[in-house]
């Protein structure tokens, strides 16, 4: 069922998104090609430019805006009737929403390197890039082992994923809590939103302080002395995964607990 | 054990009680109507059966199973709004109910879009509201479910559409399915009902078969419900 | 057919009677295959159920029969169908004495009337 729920909902996303990357792919040559005419000072280039610009824009605001309202919009709203009377349990659907919010603003960044890099192909700048990033690769490389390289490389893949994650089941917690408040309903999602984040702020604080005030930090420099650059570096990427894993699972408990239990649709 | 029964059931909103002590038993190849004025409840009983809002106290009960995504599997709901998405046509929404409801039937589908003169590839937003309504209708209605709730199926719809609602809940009838009509429109809808729900300010204060109502009565079930709801 | 059910009677009364007369008046000749209660009751806009009962009780007073695998049939005994024929038109007869008698008549004159208007009819 998970599976059916993720293809409607890749549908529903698509429709909007892909239309949107392909209209970027193709600023995205235009600007390549027509790049030499800004310094020129011709007004085409600037205007595509600015075209190019403004696609990424929307790219950015769509998806942070697509994500929030297929949640609010989907769940909590008229749709809320067809979705929640689906055979589905609700974890399915926070997990469909979660994932597709995920992906989404990964592949964001993926086309974003892909504008960039057809960009330079287009003005022919690419081979001076290729070689920048071929000579960074190499010293990385040679200080990590190439094994290595690869690892981290798709270590940040899933970080980067695990955060997409983390930030919408924030948004998510944020609008269904917003959503008891009957009458404020999108007042109460800002409210929460932001009550979060302070508390997020202040659990950081608390975590500084009895960094600096306990022994901990002491026994943690202590406990990785012997290690090599790499390790206690791959050690604090594991220790902010589990504080990110920590945040997701917190928050997709609020968005659980408030769907099934104190759904009330209008 | 019947198919549909709430076991006195609360339902409060915050202070307000909208559903008080309900108890009540539907049994299958019955079309039962839920009959109240407009805040009456009747929309709360309908969300609770189908796992849309959790009772204040009480249990709600569907072939004895507490709503839940089995449940959920042999419950058809029609909400008295639209709650498809827009963008889809109709065969992407014939696609999606196909897809996560195993009692789907196509073929009723089918041929209930045929007789409406509706293309396969139209998308709901634009379409007549009358039209959006009957797919909504036809959607639901197509499911060989155990339960089927339809809220308002009548209100704001023209006399034909009326007709064509009420032909399609009669030719659908199922002796193992529960239909369930919850309105406040009683004389168009009365002649369809073998039993009769009153629901006022969330009790209920009468369930009785439709023509003994008329027989011991001397009346029809709107004329009752005008006396018994008179303000 | 016309279906037209009046208030404050049950409606599965209301087909009985309409079936009888139907019957009676020949519309449903005798032998003649009933629709499917559905249909019937598609047709009639009521619940199948309420259809499905005033039929049990036709065929309970032998008007109609039900044959396994094909479906309810007119009866074709003459006798039933003129034991109906009979009663219904007792039934209005009397009907008529009792709305004529309101108007102040007595028997005699009703009696007299109804000659002179079939003799005014012919």
Same mark, same amino acid.
């Given at each position: ?9 890749f549908r529903?996303v698509g429709r909007i998104m892909l239309p949107l990357y392909g209209a970027w792919l193709v600023m995205s040559v235009l600007l390549g090609f027509t790049i030499n005419l800004i310094e020129e000072q011709r007004i085409v280039g600037v205007i595509i430019a600015l075209i190019y610009a403004a696609v990424t824009i929307a790219v950015i605001v769509l998806s942070i805006i697509l994500i ?32 597709s919010a995920a992906v989404w603003i990964v592949a964001g960044i993926l086309m974003g390197i892909i504008s960039v890099a057809v960009i330079m192909s287009c003005t022919g700048g690419i081979g001076t890039v290729k070689d920048a990033i071929g000579r960074v690769l190499h010293e990385i490389t040679s200080e990590i082992g190439a094994g290595n390289t690869t690892l981290v490389f798709i270590e940040l893949v899933v970080i980067a994923l695990l955060i997409a994650g983390?930030t919408a ?61 790499f390790?206690?570096g791959?050690?604090?990427l ?29 | ?104 039937? =196509? #073929?009723? /589908?089918?041929?209930?879009? &045929? ?6 590839? *139209?998308?709901? %937003?634009?379409?007549? @509201? ?76 009468? =369930? #009785?078969? /439709?023509?003994?109502?008329? &027989? ?6 709107? *004329?009752?419900? %005008?006396?018994?709801? @008179?303000? | ?122």
């Amino acid at each position: 069922m998970l599976g059916k729920l993720m293809k409607h909902e890749f549908r529903a996303v698509g429709r909007i998104m892909l239309p949107l990357y392909g209209a970027w792919l193709v600023m995205s040559v235009l600007l390549g090609f027509t790049i030499n005419l800004i310094e020129e000072q011709r007004i085409v280039g600037v205007i595509i430019a600015l075209i190019y610009a403004a696609v990424t824009i929307a790219v950015i605001v769509l998806s942070i805006i697509l994500i929030i309202q297929r949640f609010y919009k989907n769940l909590l709203g008229s749709e809320g009737y067809l979705m929640f009377t689906l055979p589905v349990s609700t974890a399915k659907h926070v997990w469909n929403k979660v994932i597709s919010a995920a992906v989404w603003i990964v592949a964001g960044i993926l086309m974003g390197i892909i504008s960039v890099a057809v960009i330079m192909s287009c003005t022919g700048g690419i081979g001076t890039v290729k070689d920048a990033i071929g000579r960074v690769l190499h010293e990385i490389t040679s200080e990590i082992g190439a094994g290595n390289t690869t690892l981290v490389f798709i270590e940040l893949v899933v970080i980067a994923l695990l955060i997409a994650g983390e930030t919408a089941l924030k948004i998510y917690a944020s609008i269904s809590a917003g959503h008891q408040w009957s009458n404020h309903r999108v007042l109460g999602a800002i409210i929460a939103f932001l009550a979060f984040g302070i508390i997020e702020t202040i659990l950081g604080n608390i975590i500084a302080v009895i960094g600096n005030s306990t022994d901990i930090m002491n026994r943690y420099y202590e406990a990785t002395e012997n290690m090599s650059p790499f390790a206690q570096g791959q050690l604090v990427l594991l220790l902010f995964t589990l504080l990110v894993a920590a945040l997701t699972a917190v928050y997709y408990l609020v968005t659980y607990k408030l769907l099934q239990k104190r759904l009330n649709l209008e | 054990m019947s198919v549909l029964e709430f076991r006195a059931v609360d339902k409060n909103y915050g202070r307000k009680k909208a559903l008080d002590n309900v108890d009540l038993k539907l049994e299958a190849g019955q079309i039962t109507g839920l009959l109240g004025p407009n805040g009456s409840g009747k929309t709360t009983m309908i969300k609770l059966a189908n796992g849309l809002l959790q009772p204040t106290s009480g249990q709600i009960l569907i072939d004895g199973m507490e709503p839940c995504p089995e449940t959920k599997a042999k419950v058809a709901y029609l909400p008295d709004r639209e709650f498809l998405p827009g963008y889809m046509s109709v065969e992407r929404l014939i696609e999606f109910y196909s897809d996560f409801f195993g009692d789907f039937n =196509h #073929k009723k /589908a089918e041929k209930m879009l &045929e007789g409406l003169n509706i293309s396969k590839s *139209e998308i709901l %937003r634009k379409m007549s @509201k009358g039209n959006r309504e009957k797919i909504q209708l036809i959607l639901v209605m197509s499911r060989d479910a155990r339960v089927y709730f339809l809220d308002e199926p009548i209100a704001g719809v023209d006399p034909a559409a009326r007709d064509y609602i009420l032909r399609t809940i009669i030719s659908n009838y199922c002796e193992n399915s529960l239909v369930v009509i919850s309105t406040h429109l009683i004389a168009d809808v009365e002649s369809v009902l073998d039993d009769v729900v009153f629901l006022k300010e969330g009790k209920i204060t009468l =369930h #009785k078969e /439709a023509d003994r109502i008329r &027989e011991e009565e001397g009346k029809n079930v709107d *004329e009752l419900f %005008r006396e018994v709801f @008179k303000c | 057919m016309n279906w037209t059910f009046k208030q404050g009677q049950p409606i599965y009364m209301q087909i009985i009677e309409q079936m009888r007369m139907n019957i009676a008046s020949g519309m449903y000749k005798p032998g003649e295959q009933l629709p499917p209660v559905r249909d019937m009751a598609l047709e009639a806009a009521v619940n199948p159920n309420t259809m499905q009962r005033a039929f049990a009780e036709l065929e309970r007073d032998g008007l109609i029969y039900t044959v396994r695998t094909s479906g309810r049939f007119v009866t074709e005994e003459e006798g039933t169908l003129d034991d109906l024929k009979r009663t219904l038109g007792e039934k209005f007869i009397s009907e008529l004495f009792e709305k004529l008698g309101k108007l102040g008549m007595n028997k005699r004159e009703i009696v007299k009337a109804v000659n002179e208007w079939s003799g005014e009819v012919k």
